[in-house]
T-cell receptor, first 113, second 112 residues
Framework: AQSVSQHNHHVILSEAASLELGCNYS??????LFWYVQYPGQHLQLLLK??????LVKGIKGFEAEFIKSKFSFNLRKPSVQWSDTAEYFC???????????FGGGTRLMVKP | EAQVTQNPRYLITVTGKKLTVTCSQN?????MSWYRQDPGLGLRQIYY???????DKGDVPEGYKVSRKEKRNFPLILESPSPNQTSLYFC???????????FGDGTRLSIL
């Protein structure tokens, strides 16, 4: 069965701190990888995606993620967080068939001003 | 404006009373899907549809039904709701299952 593990359930940072959120997936084939963000009271929005090519992908709002195939990982990074980055972040992927999007449990990020 | 619209946004009801949550998208997407979001569990897929009249089970289909009679609509039906179906539900759509999905604003269901 395919699954996603996000190791950090809650992260608290001060503004300007650097961020790295871990994501590991379990799947035996080719994957398409996503990070979604959910601001308080809102629906999910796409932050960035990886389909193929350069394993370092850049998304909106200064976020980036690196796909490391050997580690089955797709960690999300941002060099300097802002208070407005307070949200829940979800890693997700689809496998070969592309029918099902599997989400991790989410990481709640709180940025203190 | 590209939208996925869910109704109702909030509903409190009682065990066993059939309910339907509607979902409509205006992007002509072929793929649509329903998820439930529970604390610590992320989003789990209930059902998805690759196209009109084509639906399939996701990870947690028990207690739910769907239909896809037209491309734009994908209602979620709870024939006999139970308290363990209290959750936040999201509908989403995309061109294919592999593409980034557009999510609706969510429906918060409370089953008493």
């Amino acid at each position: 069965a395919q699954s996603v593990s996000q190791h950090n359930h809650h992260v608290i940072l001060s503004e300007a701190a650097s961020l790295e959120l871990g994501c590991n997936y379990s799947y035996g084939g080719t994957v398409n990888l996503f990070w979604y963000v959910q601001y308080p009271g809102q629906h999910l929005q796409l932050l960035l995606k990886y389909f193929s090519g350069d394993p370092l992908v850049k998304g909106i709002k200064g976020f980036e993620a690196e796909f490391i195939k050997s580690k089955f990982s797709f960690n999300l990074r941002k060099p300097s967080v802002q208070w407005s980055d307070t949200a829940e972040y979800f890693c997700a992927f689809t496998g070969n068939a592309g029918n099902m999007l599997t989400f991790g449990g989410g990481t709640r990020l709180m940025v203190k001003p | 404006e590209a939208q996925v619209t869910q109704n109702p946004r909030y509903l409190i009801t009682v065990t066993g009373k059939k309910l339907t949550v509607t979902c409509s998208q205006n992007m002509n997407h072929e793929y649509m899907s329903w998820y439930r979001q529970d604390p610590g569990l992320g989003l789990r897929q209930i059902y998805y549809s690759m196209n009109v009249e084509v639906t399939d089970k996701g990870d947690v289909p028990e207690g739910y039904k769907v239909s896809r009679k037209e491309k734009r609509n994908f209602p979620l039906i709870l024939e006999s709701p139970s308290p363990n179906q209290t959750s936040l539900y999201f509908c989403a759509s995309s061109w294919t299952g592999n593409q980034p999905q557009h999510f609706g604003d969510g429906t918060r269901l409370s089953i008493l």
